[in-house]
C-alpha cells in the first residue's frame, strides 16, 4: 500500500496533462455523438411536419382544467381556425393545448402535436391524430418545428413556456429571421400588464420601435383571432419559413 502511495505521489505534470487529454478526447467523443442524436430528431420531425399543411400553432398553459374559461375559449379558437381552413398544432401535453387539439378534431381538422419529454410533464393528450404526434428530446429542436411549420402563432394564457415561445417568434419577425406571420393573443386582461410594460417601458427606453408593437394583435374573440390569420392570408403566400 505504502509503495502504491507513493507512486501516485510522484506523479509529473506530464502524466497529469495525459489524463486531462484523454478526458478531453472522451468528452469531445461524447459531444460527437450527442451531435448526431440532434440531427436524428431534426430528421424524425422534419419527416413528420413536412407532410402537414396550412398550420397554426395553439399554446397556452399545461395546467388549465376542461373547466377553465380559457380551456373552453381554446376549444372555439380551434374550431375557428378550422372554419377558415387551417389545421391546428400544438405543444401536444394537457390544459390549453389539449383543448386545441380538442377543436380541430370535432371540427374535422387535422390535429398535430409536437411534444416534450419532460421529467414531471404529463403524457400526450388524446385529441392528437394518429401519426401527426412526434416526442422532442430537446426543446431548441421542437422550437424550431414550431416556427419553420406553423403560419401562424396564436398564444393562450401560460407561463414561461408560452412566454418563451410568443418572444421567440415575435424577434424572428422584427429581426426578418423569417417571414412575416400573424402572431394573436387571446385574453386581453390577462397579456394587459405586459402589454402596457411593453407599450410604456421598453417603447419610453427606446429599446424597441412604436412599429413592433404592430407584430401582434390582442383580441378576447375566437372569431376575430382566426379572422385576422385568414386576412393575413389574403394577402401573403403560405409557406414553411426559413
Not at 162 to 190: H, N
Request: hydrophobic share 40%; glycine share 8%.
Amino acid at each position: 500500500m505504502e509503495n502504491n502511495i507513493n507512486d501516485h505521489s510522484q506523479r509529473t505534470d506530464y502524466d497529469v496533462q495525459q489524463d486531462q487529454l484523454l478526458k478531453g478526447l472522451l468528452s469531445a467523443q461524447e459531444d460527437v455523438w450527442r451531435v448526431f442524436r440532434i440531427m436524428a430528431e431534426f430528421v424524425e420531425g422534419y419527416s413528420m411536419m413536412s407532410r402537414q399543411k396550412n398550420l397554426v400553432s395553439v399554446f397556452g398553459s399545461a395546467r388549465l382544467k376542461p373547466d377553465h374559461p380559457y380551456y373552453q375559449l381554446a376549444v372555439q379558437v380551434s374550431k375557428e381556425l378550422v372554419n377558415h381552413g387551417f389545421n391546428v398544432l400544438t405543444g401536444g401535453g394537457p390544459g390549453i393545448m389539449e383543448a386545441a387539439n380538442k377543436g380541430a378534431q370535432e371540427q374535422k381538422g387535422d390535429s398535430v402535436g409536437i411534444a416534450i419529454e419532460l421529467p414531471l410533464e404529463q403524457s400526450s393528450n388524446n385529441f392528437i391524430d394518429k401519426g401527426r404526434l412526434k416526442t422532442f428530446r430537446h426543446f431548441f429542436v421542437r422550437k424550431v418545428m414550431f416556427l419553420k411549420y406553423a403560419h401562424g402563432f396564436v398564444v393562450m394564457p401560460g407561463g414561461f413556456g408560452t412566454l418563451d415561445e410568443l418572444f421567440e417568434a415575435i424577434t424572428l419577425v422584427q429581426t426578418k429571421k423569417t417571414d412575416p406571420f400573424p402572431i394573436v393573443l387571446i385574453g386581453s386582461d390577462y397579456w394587459k400588464g405586459l402589454v402596457d410594460w411593453i407599450k410604456t417601458v421598453l417603447i419610453n427606453e427606446r429599446v424597441i420601435s412604436p412599429d413592433d408593437l404592430d407584430l401582434f394583435h390582442v383580441t378576447d374573440d375566437p372569431i376575430e383571432a382566426a379572422q385576422i390569420i385568414a386576412d393575413f392570408y389574403r394577402k401573403h403566400v403560405m409557406r414553411t419559413n426559413f
